[in-house]
């Protein structure tokens, strides 16, 4: 079992920056995808972003390409997504996700999750 605990949610104003963070614990190593995932109300389910553990191979959903970056350190068993430029359409509760699936699946938002948290709630005001 893999368990994920999300942070760094809150409020931020349009045009600004927040870093989302997730600790992982329980069976994790290097042969995992791990992402985020995002829900507003009204909106389908988005994958936002993914990286493979011990890659760079990484995942960005077109509308948030050259704004949000993910990074991991593997140390601290943390995943964390990294968000500029935020509008009102980022607004939303935002999941760490993980999967054991191969890298090349990794790269897209093709994959399913076997894990995910408790998410963290991100609201953008213009």
């Known amino acids: 079992q893999v368990r994920l605990v999300e942070s760094g949610g809150g409020s931020v104003q349009a045009g600004g920056s927040q870093r989302l963070s997730c600790v992982a614990s329980?069976?994790?190593?290097?042969?995992?995808?791990m992402g985020w995932f995002r829900e507003a109300p009204g909106k389908e389910r988005e994958e936002v972003a993914s990286i493979y553990t011990g890659d760079v191979s990484t995942y960005f959903k077109n509308s948030v390409k050259g704004r949000f970056t993910i990074s991991q350190d593997n140390a601290k068993h943390t995943l964390y997504l990294h968000m500029a430029i935020l509008g009102p359409d980022d607004t939303a509760m935002y999941y760490c996700?993980?999967?054991?699936?191969?890298?090349?699946?990794?790269?897209?938002?093709?994959?399913?999750?076997?894990?995910w948290g408790q998410g963290t709630q991100d609201t953008v005001s213009s």
């Open positions: 329980g069976a994790t190593d290097n042969n995992f995808c």
């Open positions: 996700e993980a999967a054991k699936i191969e890298p090349y699946d990794c790269a897209s938002d093709a994959w399913s999750a076997n894990f």
